[in-house]
């Protein structure tokens, strides 16, 4: 029978057994409440404080980051408008030389067409004059000759062809003909 005795000693109440269970269990609550629990919840709560704190930080971050993401986009969009209006001005500024550039070719053309044709009228009256001079000193020198000589039709046509032969190559050498007395 020992077997039964020893499955009614656990199932029995015992009223010591209960009171030394229970003060133990409270003094141990209250030992590890001291040494234990008031540490590991001061652990527990520093640590809920810190990441409360990151938290609140990585907000305060992001809501940084977002606001730094605007001022870059609206500086790149500012650079951006700025660029394209320095473009068009650039644009307008070659334009305008452009015209410039293209008046003032045509204003030194039409000055250099001017000059051209005023050198030529000066030419071209001087080149008169000079044939009125030689047709002028070719009469005085056939006069001077038809004077020195008498002379019938066939020796005056001869005379000034030779004369006029004469004229040619002196023309063609120093462009005045000779003058002889």
């Given at each position: 029978m020992p077997i039964i005795l020893a499955a009614s000693s656990l199932v029995d109440v015992r009223p010591g057994?209960?009171?030394?269970?229970?003060?133990?269990?409270f003094l141990v609550a209250l030992l590890l409440r001291r040494v234990a629990w008031?540490?590991?919840l001061k652990v527990v709560d520093e640590r809920e404080k810190a990441i409360a704190a990151s938290i609140e930080s990585a907000k305060r971050e992001r809501a940084e980051a977002e606001?730094?993401?605007?001022?870059q986009k609206d500086a790149i969009q500012k650079a951006r408008a700025e660029a394209a209006e320095m473009?068009?001005?650039n644009a307008e500024d070659v334009e305008k030389l452009r015209n410039?550039?293209?008046?003032?070719?045509r204003a030194e053309a039409e000055a250099q067409k001017t000059d051209a044709l005023r050198e030529i009228q000066n030419e071209k009256a001087?080149?008169?004059?000079?044939?009125?001079?030689?047709?002028?000193?070719?009469?005085?020198?056939?006069?001077?000759?038809?004077?020195?000589?008498?002379?019938?039709?066939?020796?005056?046509k001869e005379l000034a062809s030779q004369y006029l032969a004469e004229i040619s190559r002196t023309a063609g050498s120093s462009g005045r003909p000779e003058t002889r007395g």
């Open positions: 057994l209960i009171f030394w269970t229970l003060v133990t269990f008031g540490p590991i606001r730094l993401l605007a001022e473009m068009r001005r410039e550039l293209i008046s003032k070719a001087k080149a008169v004059n000079e044939v009125k001079n030689i047709a002028a000193e070719l009469a005085i020198q056939i006069a001077e000759r038809l004077l020195n000589e008498r002379l019938d039709a066939t020796k005056q």
